[in-house]
């Protein structure tokens, strides 16, 4: 009896230390805003040290913060990439070509002529376009200053939005370069590249750089007067995301450069990035028929597309 009487006041003892140690609703949401404070704080701390390093000027981090994160992050991926298109090594990425006739090795000439064209286009264009960009920007009242940098969810909502603005601009700024005139004068010299390489991203006309990468781009942030950190990282996504789909590679766990190639293979159809407004318009009938459509999805191997959904001919040699 005193055994079982000691072992119940334990069991009372245990339990209710139990019920007094259970996380409360207060203590979670004093958790969750310790977590939510020190996200804040890190990410104030990482913009600051970029604010400070411009001396807190708005116009030095505007414009030249602005160049340098633009061209840092398009050509430390695209230096990558014309190594392997010249060199042909590593040759074990050389099996993630998406037209792997093509650019084995690429022409130095023609890819030095593609490299001086995009530098020309980062300086000479981009300069007094960022400029005019920059003074757009204050007059929409955007933010600089650290303590003006958005939560995370309103920068999702944010990315999200620029993500719709920037499918509508492309798509029809594309497909108004494709029309006879301006196709003739102006889109041609980027669609010398049927089978495109990184860099080939920018070899545009000085007119389409505007027209249809730069003023899609930079429309959303403007609209909805972003800080420039949300700017900064929105051009971080939609150069390597333009960088990847003029690869001529499909690399694992990237996006699918597929629907572009094909544009530049074809030249009149898939104009947009997502592919709505195609399916909309229906423009994108050619490539629905083709091979390429089955393998416009994110590779999750390490085997190649190419492997995992080969061509017909290529199946009728092998039975």
């Not at 947009?272 to 590779?299: E, M, N, Q």
């Amino acid at each position: 009896m005193i055994m079982a009487k000691s072992d119940e006041v334990r069991w009372e003892i245990i339990g209710t230390a139990c019920v007094f140690n259970r996380p409360t609703t207060d203590q979670a949401r004093k958790v969750k805003s310790t977590v939510v404070e020190t996200m804040i704080s890190m990410k104030e701390e990482l913009w600051g040290h970029i604010y400070n390093a411009f001396g807190q000027d708005h116009h030095l981090l505007g414009v030249y913060g602005t160049l340098l994160q633009v061209w840092t992050v398009f050509w430390i991926p695209n230096l990558l990439l014309m190594v392997v298109d010249v060199t042909g090594r590593p040759t074990a990425l050389l099996r993630y070509k998406v037209q792997p006739d093509k650019n084995r090795p690429v022409s130095k000439s023609k890819l030095w002529t593609a490299v001086r064209v995009a530098i020309f286009n980062q300086v000479v264009v981009s300069l007094p376009f960022t400029l005019g960009l920059y003074y757009t920007m204050e007059w929409r009242g955007c933010g600089f200053h650290p303590h003006q940098l958005p939560t995370f969810c309103s920068t999702l909502l944010q990315l999200a939005f620029f993500v719709v603005i920037e499918e509508i601009g492309f798509y029809y700024s594309h497909r108004l370069l494709h029309q006879p005139t301006l196709y003739r004068h102006v889109h041609k010299l980027h669609h010398e590249w049927t089978a495109p390489v990184g860099v080939v991203a920018i070899y545009a006309h000085p007119v389409e750089h505007v027209v249809a990468n730069l003023l899609p781009a930079v429309t959303g942030p403007v609209l909805l007067g972003s800080h420039l950190a949300v700017l900064w990282l929105w051009m971080t996504i939609v150069i390597v995301n333009t960088t990847v789909h003029h690869s001529g590679y499909h690399f694992p766990l990237l996006t699918s450069p597929q629907f572009h190639d094909f544009h530049h293979l074809k030249f009149n159809c898939c104009y947009g990035v997502l592919g709505i407004l195609d399916s909309l318009h229906g423009t994108d009938k050619p490539f629905k028929s083709s091979k390429a459509s089955l393998r416009h999805r994110p590779l999750l191997s390490l085997r190649p597309i190419s492997q995992l959904i080969p061509d017909a001919d290529s199946t009728e040699k092998s039975q």
